[in-house]
C-alpha cells in the first residue's frame, strides 16, 4: 500500500511564467497593448508581467533573438528597453523624480522572472516512474491523474 505525499507549498519553487514560450491567449492579450498610444493613466494600470513581456518582445526584435536575456550585458540591455517603455507617454515631464511603480516592480523582478520555461526534475521523475507509464484497472487513481498531466504537459501544454 502506497501513501502519495505532495508538496503543496515547497520553499524553493521559481514562478514558471512561461515568457519564453507564453500560450497564445496570453500572446494576444498581450499584443493588444501598444505602449505608444496608451495614456499615463493606462500605464499606471499595466501589470509588470505585461510590461516585461512587451520589454522581452522589444529586446527581442531589437537584438534578432528568440530567447531570454541570460549574461549581465543583455540583461542591461533589457533593463534599458524597459526604461525607454516607462519613460515614454507615462513620463510627467514635469517632475523627473516621480517613477512608475508598475514598472520599477518590472525592473525589481527581471533576475527572477526572466527564467527558461522546464519542468521541474520531481515531475519529471513522475512522469516517468513505471505507475505513471503502465496504467492497468488496479492503478490507483493518483497515478491516472499524473499520466492525465503528462499528456498534457506533451500536448496541450506545449511541453
Known amino acids: 500500500f502506497e501513501h502519495y505525499i505532495i508538496e503543496a507549498h515547497p520553499d524553493d519553487t521559481i514562478p514558471d511564467l512561461r515568457l519564453d514560450r507564453p500560450l497564445t491567449t496570453f500572446l494576444n492579450y498581450c499584443n493588444s497593448f501598444n505602449f505608444d498610444c496608451l495614456t499615463r493613466e493606462e500605464h499606471l494600470h499595466l501589470p509588470s508581467l505585461i510590461i516585461l513581456f512587451k520589454t522581452l518582445q522589444q529586446w527581442q526584435k531589437q537584438y534578432n533573438r528568440n530567447d ?79 499520466h492525465a498531466l503528462k499528456l498534457f504537459t506533451e500536448n496541450e501544454g506545449e511541453g
Open 68 to 146: 531570454l536575456p541570460c549574461t549581465r550585458i543583455e540583461k542591461d540591455e533589457f533593463k534599458k528597453i524597459l526604461e525607454k517603455f516607462s519613460h515614454h507617454s507615462a513620463y510627467d515631464i514635469h517632475d523627473h523624480s516621480k517613477s512608475l511603480e508598475n514598472f520599477d516592480e518590472a525592473k525589481r523582478t527581471i533576475p527572477s522572472r526572466l527564467i527558461k520555461t522546464n519542468l521541474p526534475s520531481t515531475i519529471k521523475e513522475l512522469f516517468q516512474d513505471p505507475s505513471c507509464l503502465e496504467l492497468t484497472n488496479q492503478t490507483d487513481i493518483f497515478w491516472f491523474i499524473i
